[in-house]
Nanobody, 114 residues
C-alpha cells in the first residue's frame, strides 16, 4: 500500500521558516513525481509544488514562488518542502499521477502562522 507520512509542521511566526518532510513507501519512489498540496481553514485543496523523479525540475504555484523550495532524496524515499509560510494550512505530501494531479496523499501536517 502507498504510504506518505509527513512531519515538520508546527507553529511559526510571520516571516519564519519551516521544513516539512515526507517519507514514502509502497511504490517506486525514485520513478515518481512528488508534490505538496495544502488546505487552509475553510478553503479547498491548493496545489503548492511538485518535483520530478530526478529532483531537477521543481514547479511551484505562483502564490508560493520565491517562498517555498521543494526537494527530494531518493536514497531516503523522502521529499521536502522548505517554506516561509504566509498562511495557516494543513500541508499534505502527495504522489503525482499526471501534471499537477495527485492520486495519493498523506494525513497532513499542520502549519500555524501566528
Amino acid at each position: 500500500d502507498v504510504q506518505l507520512v509527513e512531519s515538520g509542521g508546527g507553529l511559526v511566526q510571520p516571516g519564519g521558516s519551516l521544513r516539512l518532510s515526507c517519507v514514502a513507501s509502497g511504490f517506486t519512489f525514485d520513478g515518481t513525481t512528488m508534490g505538496w498540496i495544502r488546505q487552509a481553514p475553510g478553503k479547498g485543496l491548493e496545489r503548492v509544488a511538485t518535483i520530478n523523479w530526478m529532483g531537477n525540475i521543481p514547479k511551484y504555484a505562483d502564490v508560493v514562488k520565491g517562498q517555498f523550495t521543494i526537494s527530494r532524496d531518493n536514497a531516503r524515499n523522502t521529499v521536502y518542502l522548505q517554506m516561509k509560510p504566509g498562511d495557516t494550512a494543513v500541508y499534505y505530501c502527495a504522489r503525482s499521477s499526471s501534471h499537477w494531479a495527485f492520486d495519493n496523499w498523506g494525513q497532513g501536517t499542520q502549519v500555524t502562522v501566528s
